[in-house]
């Protein structure tokens, strides 16, 4: 089943160990904007959301079936 494609709203997470890896691929995979949290906070997000939205999107094809993959490589361990 192919996934609907969103693109990605983010802001800075100082306790989320993952940030770098994931601002670094997702960048490369999906369109996606950053909003500082002050400003997700108070909920002025319109300056930046402008020309996000509403942009023509390039999707790249990328595997969704990270949990079958992982079970084979499992499967192969406990053999």
Not at 40 to 51: A, C, Q, R, S, T
Not at 56 to 72: C, F, P
């Amino acid at each position: 089943m192919r996934r609907q494609p969103t693109p990605f709203l983010y802001t800075s997470r100082d306790d989320f160990v993952e940030y770098d890896v994931m601002v670094q691929q997702m960048k490369k995979f999906l369109p996606n904007a950053f909003i500082p949290r002050m400003y997700l906070v108070m909920g002025d997000w319109d300056i930046h959301l402008e020309g996000f939205l509403g942009a023509k999107n390039d999707w790249k094809d990328v595997e969704t079936n990270g949990e079958i993959v992982a079970a084979k490589v499992l499967k192969k361990f406990l053999k």
